[in-house]
Every structure is written in structure tokens, then in C-alpha cells.
């Protein structure tokens, strides 16, 4: 029987240790070669550094595990010629067929070798002859989380799958044998696995000894492992994975039920107590305001990103680049230049393209700064699903969905720029909206550009050049530096500047290259959202508003009782889903919160809303239209597309193996 791609992985990190450093290139299968290999401190270090080579490149947005962004309702994507897996799935464009490797979204084998790499470190580590015992317990429980954290990535990706336990997958299993565990197993060893590594995880990395809070950073710790604790036990307590009608009656090959049959409302309690944990450690605060002006509030947030390894980063990464091949050397430059328009950097291939861009959806999430309440609260409906043209106004918010504000002063970074003709839409929001976004007619936020952006059609070359000095400055006229859409690249009317830091020049690779910023896979904001929530789904209101309130508060926001007098359990998740989805607007979270809620079908499916791009003056292109975008499909969601399939690949190796539903 052939082997499964399972253990032909397996087969080729005993082989090769899976590196591309020649000083790995040993036979593995020699055990004399392999006692020597990990007997060395230095090439104990370089398998260390190997097993992090795995980790999910959320930051990559058009594809692989970042491509969740552009697969939500929080993003479109402007290259609609050329749409990556991510884009199809939205539009239901794909089947077990279609996904067969890494870069159409099967992450099987990348990592069960990644699982199968720290398992064999586990297994081997003791070797070690030049390294102090307490080190080698750090690394043995280093492994054990990473291993744990690579099991998660499976198992929100796919749900339950092949749990190996502690111990190599099987090299001999033939592919008729292998069907999945069921989901208590798989949640039962990840846990496990975090709770035998905890005692030997520290607070901080330099407590370690031969490491460094300064040179180390990156590394895992006791907060790191109950974080990702947090985030499983919330999974495993949300509708998806707690008694979800789609899956009673699937069974494996033992007989044994793949997901819970029954609703178990006491794993939110599990939830809730995995939570206040990492709080409990002291270790982490959300970064405050240094003072109580709007701006104040924004830079707090914003320095969530533009502060490196600050003070509410529980674990993360530093940005890693776009691609090998790309002329972005910047480790975060490839990020940059998908977002940021053409104009305001170099000539190509270094300017910018903007091609994914936040959609109307996520605009509308922000709250209102002065009531603090969300102002759309839903949309109508078309044939097509939600429809972005139709918003449903809390009228109780202070929200304006239609009119103009004259003589607007933009509040967040642009102290330098004239006042202009905004849009009342844009007016009185929540300042993680100026920091992440910049609406139609709004300037850029560079003073050395001063240019405002406009998403329209934009006058002619020749007519850009007879426009004077005060034409360029003057809030009615069209812009010299606007921003024509060119080719099928679109820009929604907003675009997204989360990741650019005012005034930052993006005109020469060195500009690029000279960016360095960690992606926060788990910060602190995130687990007083999973407080909440799961406070929440067990009647405890006002331990739910404590929990949300503190995320809210840092940007000056009002409690959220306060914004809601009427506030009951159900109207509290909804806020807690909405305010999540500013917090985390494309960070990779709001795929994962929508389909583990089980939302995704009522929320995804809409035709592809945007302002009116093409229209030919300023108060036109602010008309929303599904008319102006060149995607060719809208967005779909059906019962099959909670979990991704296994692709047929590998079911043709594992017949038995038991398929997600609808594939």
C-alpha cells in the first residue's frame, strides 16, 4: 500500500531534517550521525531555528494562512485578474480537486513535517552535551507548545485531524489505516501538550539561561502557550465544534463520534478560566494613551504594530518578506506596497498597488467616538446577500450616512493639511478608524506629499497639468496626485494604512528595507475579547462589559454600558463581534470568528460593494455601487465551507479518511 503524504513527510524530516543548511544535509537514519548532530550546541540551535520555520505567514494576505483576510468580509481583493485561492474559495470556485498544495490552501504536509520535526526534537534533545539542564527543559517544552500551536493551525483550518501523540508518525501506516481522531482527542493533546510544557516556560525569554529579552525575542514563553490555550478552548466551546448539527452522525474508522454530539455549555467556563490565566500571569498591559486627546488615543493603537515587541505582545514574529523573489527587500515592504496607492512612492516595481483593500463592511464596523455605539447594524438584503448600499443606522448612534461636513479638519496624523469637503460618513468615528484607514478625499498621511486621495476617475494628463497651485490644494478640485485605478486594480474608496507608519518615505528599496515590524500573533486585546465572550455565553454581563471595556477604553471610548442602556446577552455578543472586527481588522482573525460562530453564512455571501469609482466628480464617487468592481463573481458561503476539504490527493492515499462535510 502506498505511503500517505503523512509519512512520506515524516520519512523526509528523518532524512533530512527538513533544512536547506548544508550542516543538516546528514543521514538521520545513522543514528551515530544523529547522536553526534545533536550532541553539538550549535547544531541544537539550528534545529531550534528550523522548527520555527514553520510558522503560518499570516502576513502574507493574498494567500497561504494570511489569505483568511481576503477569503472574510473584511477585505476585496484589487487584482481581480489574477485572483488567488483565497478569492475563489469566496466565490465557491474551488473543490477537493483544486487544493492540492501549499499555495491553493492545503497546509497538510507543511505541517505534519513541522509536527514531526519538533516531535523528534522532543524525542532527541536530551543529547545535548555542551547546553546547561535547565536550557534543554526549556527547549524540550520550547517543541512541545510549538507542536501544539502547529496542531492548532490544522485544526482550524480542517477540524479534527490525525492526532500522532507523543511520538513520530508512523513511517509503515498505509493509507487504508489512517482516519481522523475526534475532536475531544485532538483538543485533549493539544491542551495536554501546553500544560507539560508550562512549568518549564518563562515569563520572559531572558530568564532563560544563554538567552536574551533583547536578542531573543520571538521565542516561546509561559504566556505564549496559555495564550494559544485561550484561543483552542474558545474554539472548542463555540457552535462550531460544540454540538453543530452539520456533523452528528460522522464517525471514523473506530466507530467513535468525529465531533460532540451535544451542545456542552461548561466549556465556556473552560474558556473563561484559560483567559483570565494569561491575565493572572501580570505579564502584559494594553498600551495607554500618553494623554486624553483623540490623537493620543489613535497613536496608542497604532503603536500596537509601530512598536516593536512592546508591552501587549504576548508572542509574535517579525515580519517576514513578501516573497524570496521580490523586489520589496523590506521585511514588511511587500505588505506595504499591496496596500499603499502608486502615487506615493517610487517607480515600479517599488510603488505601491493597493491590491487588497478593506471593504465597506469593515468601514462600517467602527463606532461612533462620542456615543460610542456601532452604527450600522446590518444590511438589507438583495438576491446576492447583504446589501452594502442599503446600511440599517442606528439612529441612537450619531452616525450620517448621506451629506457633507465643510471645513473638516482630518483628526490623526495630519496636523499640516487644509481643511477639506469630507463625507459625514467619515466624520466623529472611532480613532482606530483614522489609524487604520484613509476614506476618499482624505490627505495621505505624509506632509512631504500633501496629497489628498480621491478612488475616482481621475482628469486627464493634460488637464492635471494645467491645474494651478491653489487648484491642487483646493478641496473641490480633483487633485493633480489622485490616484487613477489602473487596470483591474481597484481601490473600494478607502485605503488601508494600518501598517504605514505618518510620514515614512516609500520611494527606494532602502525606504523598505529600513522597516521592521512583528506581526502580534497573540496580544493581549485578543484575550480580553475571549474573556468577554466567554463571560458572556454564560450569563455574566457585567464581567463580559468589564472585560470589553478595557479594549475600549484605551481608545476613549465610553463602557459599553454606558453606550447601551439596553444591553442584554445577545446585543453583547453582537458588540463583541463588532468590535473585534475594528480591533482586528485584517490580522487574520475575522475568518476564524466567523466560521467558528458559525456567522459566515448570513454574513459573507454580497455582491462586491464599493463607492462609485468611476464617477467624474467628488460628491458622486461617494454613491455606493456594485457596478464599478471588476471581480466577476459575488461572494458566496454554503454549510460546506465552515472547514476546508482534504484535497483528493491526498484522499486517493487515505480512502478511508473521513471527508469534511459537502466535499
Not at 504594530?305 to 504576548?314: C, K, R, T
Not at 469593515?362 to 467616538?369: A, G, N, S
Not at 447583504?386 to 457633507?404: C, H, M, N, Q, T
Not at 473638516?408 to 481643511?419: E, G, L
Amino acid at each position: 500500500m502506498k505511503r500517505t503524504s503523512l509519512v512520506a513527510a515524516a520519512l523526509c524530516a528523518l532524512v533530512l531534517a527538513v533544512s536547506c543548511d548544508a550542516y543538516f544535509d546528514v543521514n538521520l537514519q545513522d543514528q551515530a550521525d544523529f547522536e553526534g548532530l545533536m550532541s553539538k550546541r550549535a547544531s541544537v540551535r539550528k534545529y531550534v531555528s528550523n522548527m520555527y520555520t514553520y510558522l503560518p505567514r499570516e502576513e502574507r494576505v493574498d494567500r497561504y494562512e494570511g489569505g483568511v483576510v481576503l477569503r472574510s468580509d473584511e477585505a476585496l481583493f484589487g487584482a481581480s485578474q489574477y485572483p488567488s485561492i483565497m478569492y475563489k474559495l469566496r466565490w465557491g470556485d474551488y473543490g477537493s480537486a483544486t487544493v492540492n498544495d501549499y499555495d491553493n490552501g492545503t497546509i497538510w504536509n507543511r505541517y505534519y513535517q513541522a509536527i514531526n520535526q519538533c516531535t523528534i526534537f522532543i524525542e532527541n534533545v536530551e543529547l545535548d552535551k555542551e547546553d546547561p539542564e535547565p536550557y534543554i527543559r526549556y527547549m524540550k517544552a520550547e517543541a512541545r507548545t510549538l507542536r501544539a500551536f502547529y496542531y492548532f493551525c490544522l485544526f482550524r483550518h480542517y477540524g479534527p485531524v490525525i492526532i500522532w501523540g507523543d511520538k513520530s508518525s508512523d513511517q509503515n501506516a498505509e493509507g487504508t489505516s489512517l482516519d481522523r481522531n475526534t475532536l475531544e482527542e485532538n483538543v485533549d493533546f493539544m491542551v495536554s501538550e501546553l500544560d507539560k510544557a508550562l512549568p518549564d516556560l518563562p515569563l520572559t525569554v531572558g530568564e532563560v539561561p544563554t538567552l536574551s529579552d533583547r536578542t531573543d525575542c520571538g521565542r516561546i514563553t509561559k504566556g505564549m502557550a496559555l495564550a494559544l490555550k485561550s484561543r483552542l478552548l474558545l474554539y472548542a466551546a463555540s457552535p462550531l465544534y460544540n454540538g453543530c448539527d452539520l456533523y452528528k452522525g460522522l464517525k471514523n474508522r473506530e466507530g467513535k463520534d468525529i465531533f460532540p454530539q451535544a451542545y456542552d455549555p461548561a466549556k465556556w467556563k473552560a474558556a473563561e478560566d484559560a483567559a483570565r490565566a494569561v491575565l493572572e500571569l501580570n505579564q502584559y498591559e494594553l498600551i495607554q494613551p500618553k494623554g486624553t486627546t483623540f490623537e493620543d488615543y489613535a497613536k496608542a493603537y497604532q503603536s500596537v504594530l509601530f512598536e516593536n515587541w512592546n508591552s501587549e505582545v504576548i508572542w509574535g514574529w517579525w515580519f517576514r518578506t513578501w516573497e524570496p523573489t521580490d523586489s520589496y527587500a523590506g521585511t514588511v515592504g511587500g505588505l506595504l506596497a499591496a496596500t499603499v496607492p502608486m502615487a506615493i512612492s517610487g517607480s515600479a516595481p517599488l510603488y505601491g498597488w493597493q491590491l487588497f483593500t478593506p471593504s465597506l463592511k469593515q468601514v462600517d464596523c467602527y463606532p461612533m467616538f462620542a456615543t460610542g455605539r456601532y452604527p450600522v447594524t446590518g444590511y438589507q438584503k438583495d438576491g446576492k446577500g447583504l446589501d452594502y448600499s442599503r446600511p440599517i443606522v442606528d439612529e441612537k448612534s450619531g452616525y450620517a450616512k448621506d451629506g457633507w461636513e465643510l471645513n473638516y479638519k482630518q483628526p490623526v496624523d495630519a496636523s499640516w493639511a487644509p481643511a477639506f469637503k469630507a463625507h459625514k460618513s467619515t466624520v466623529g468615528r472611532d480613532p482606530r478608524y483614522y489609524a487604520c484607514l484613509v476614506p476618499n478625499g482624505f490627505w495621505w498621511p505624509n506632509k512631504d506629499l500633501k496629497v489628498r486621495v480621491t478612488d475616482f476617475q481621475m482628469p486627464d494628463e493634460k488637464k492635471r497639468k494645467e491645474m494651478t497651485p491653489a487648484d491642487k490644494l483646493n478641496p473641490e478640485m480633483i487633485p493633480t496626485n489622485g490616484w487613477k485605478p489602473a487596470g483591474n486594480i481597484n481601490r473600494v474608496g478607502y485605503t488601508w494604512r494600518r501598517w504605514y507608519k505618518a510620514d515614512t518615505p516609500l520611494n527606494t528599496t532602502a525606504d523598505y528595507s529600513a522597516i521592521k515590524m512583528v506581526y502580534p500573533e497573540f496580544r493581549l486585546a485578543e484575550i480580553y475579547y475571549n474573556l468577554a465572550e466567554a463571560c458572556n455565553e454564560q450569563g455574566k454581563l457585567a464581567e463580559a462589559c468589564e472585560a470589553l471595556n478595557h479594549v475600549r477604553n484605551r481608545v476613549g471610548l465610553n463602557n459599553i454600558e454606558v453606550a447601551y442602556p439596553e444591553l442584554d446577552q445577545e446585543l453583547m455578543r453582537w458588540c463583541i463581534r463588532q468590535d473585534k472586527m475594528a480591533e482586528f481588522g485584517m490580522e487574520a482573525q475575522r475568518h476564524y470568528d466567523a466560521t467558528r460562530t458559525m456567522t459566515a453564512k448570513e454574513e459573507y455571501p454580497c455582491d462586491n460593494w464599493t463607492l462609485h469609482l468611476k464617477a467624474d466628480n467628488y460628491e458622486d464617487s461617494w454613491q455606493r455601487v456594485n457596478t464599478d468592481y471588476n471581480g466577476e463573481y459575488p461572494a458566496v458561503f454554503s454549510d460546506r465551507d465552515y472547514l476546508f476539504p482534504m484535497s483528493s490527493k491526498l484522499m486517493a492515499e487515505m480512502v478511508n479518511y473521513t471527508q469534511n462535510y459537502g466535499f
